[in-house]
């Protein structure tokens, strides 16, 4: 083998562990976070319905993708390591699958976004009105829901009249809950007082919206990210398994 191939080779397969390293890594990133979606499915599943258990079946897709990745990106690294043309076709053809597959399910996403928007937005309101008991109460609709207005400065779903008919107005009597409060130990925050100053105003539809918007950039750029890697792996691996031919 000539040096130049030698040296060809040998930067090809620096760059196919380092990027499969990174993929790895992104792998067990990805598997903990379906754990964590799997774990805190019961509670999703209070806040924003049974049509949320589309989330959750995301759990589960990021626990086997996420096992799939960090599994391939050490095949990838083996194949480097060993020159094994049989491995480096086999990361090829896998992580080619994974990646039309995100591109896939990202153009569902965004087709069906409104749609999806509409449908949890009308059930995490039922459920808003029918499983939310109070502030501090310690089943999951309240426990979320408490949670979510106070982080995100917000009352109710689109506003402090989503609570008007509940089952909390008829078990407290009052208007909104003390989370919905800037000051929910306050004297001022009596429940029945639904001025701009004792009270957030805003939605938590709104609130999360703008936070997602806010915080798309990084998302989408993220995204991307993952895609440049594993769109380099696959085109390293390609290149690697391609050179191995010739020179075998």
Known sequence: MEPQTQSILF???????GVN???SVAGFVLLGFGVWVKVHGDSVLQILGSHAGHLLS???????????????????????????KLLLMLFFIAMSSI??????SAAVV???RSIITTVFKAEALQLLKNNYTGFG?????????????????????????????SLYQSQKERLYPKSCCRKPFSLECN????????????GCLKSVTLMIKKNS????????????????????????????FRTA
């Open 21 to 23: 390293a990174i993929i």
């Open 191 to 202: 429940g029945i007082d639904t001025t701009s100053n004792i009270i957030y105003t805003k």
């Open 11 to 17: 930067c090809m397969k620096l760059l196919m562990l």
């Open 217 to 244: 950039a990084v998302i989408g750029g993220v995204a991307i990210a993952i895609g440049l890697i594993e769109l380099t792996a696959i085109v390293i691996s390609l290149m690697l398994f391609i050179n191995l």
């Open 99 to 104: 990646f039309i597959g995100e591109i896939i």
């Open 137 to 165: 109460d310690k089943n999951f609709a309240s426990y979320g829901w408490d949670s979510i207005m106070t982080t995100f400065h917000c009352c109710g779903l689109n506003n402090y009249t989503d609570f008007a008919g």
């Open 110 to 112: 965004l087709i069906f």
């Open 58 to 84: 995301v759990g589960y897709f990021c626990i086997a993708a996420g096992c799939c990745i960090a599994v391939l990106g050490v095949i990838g690294c083996w194949g480097a390591i060993k020159e094994s």
